[in-house]
């Protein structure tokens, strides 16, 4: 995981509040085997986030995938998105490790220790997953 970490931080975007990264696909996970436009269907995929292309495992080549194309375990994920939302879809892609380190470069989390930027994004994760709770729960207006 040193040579190849799971997250790797491409660039910091939008004052640190966001991020391109690289998150390599999990064996099992979620995403494993999915095609795209399903993905992003998902209720679980996060809106702060965007699949912007992907390298196949046995192929250095960059692809720009359509919404038919299935993620594969071992593929290379280009996303761009808020830390948030790089947080929640790093979760789907079975990464666990190295999300906290983006959140260590943000703006707003420049001196933080590594626990304090993980309690952080730890509340900022659970901030959004009621948010989206309390929206799903909502009845629907009615018009005018």
């Known amino acids: 995981e040193i040579e190849h970490p799971p997250v790797r931080q491409v660039a910091p975007?939008?004052?640190?509040?966001?991020?391109?990264?690289?998150?390599?696909?999990?064996?099992?996970?979620?995403?494993?085997g999915r095609p795209l436009d399903d993905l992003r269907s998902d209720r679980r995929f996060p809106h702060g986030c965007v699949i912007s292309a992907l390298s196949r495992a046995d192929d250095d080549r960059l692809v720009f995938p359509s919404g038919r194309d299935r993620l594969l375990?071992?593929?290379?994920?280009?996303?761009?998105?808020?830390?948030v939302?790089?947080?929640?879809?790093?979760?789907?892609?079975?990464?666990?490790?190295g999300i906290g380190a983006l959140f260590?470069?943000?703006?707003?989390?420049?001196?933080?220790?590594?626990?304090?930027?993980?309690a952080r994004l730890e509340i900022s994760v659970e901030a959004v997953d009621e948010?989206?709770?309390?929206?799903?729960e909502e009845p629907p207006s009615s018009g005018p």
């Open 104 to 118: 260590r470069r943000s703006r707003a989390a420049t001196d933080l220790t590594d626990e304090e930027a993980q």
């Open 131 to 136: 948010a989206e709770e309390a929206t799903a």
């Open 13 to 32: 975007i939008a004052d640190g509040d966001g991020a391109i990264v690289w998150i390599t696909v999990a064996e099992g996970a979620a995403v494993v």
């Open 73 to 83: 375990a071992g593929d290379r994920v280009l996303l761009v998105g808020t830390i």
């Open 85 to 97: 939302g790089l947080a929640r879809a790093a979760d789907l892609f079975g990464v666990k490790q």
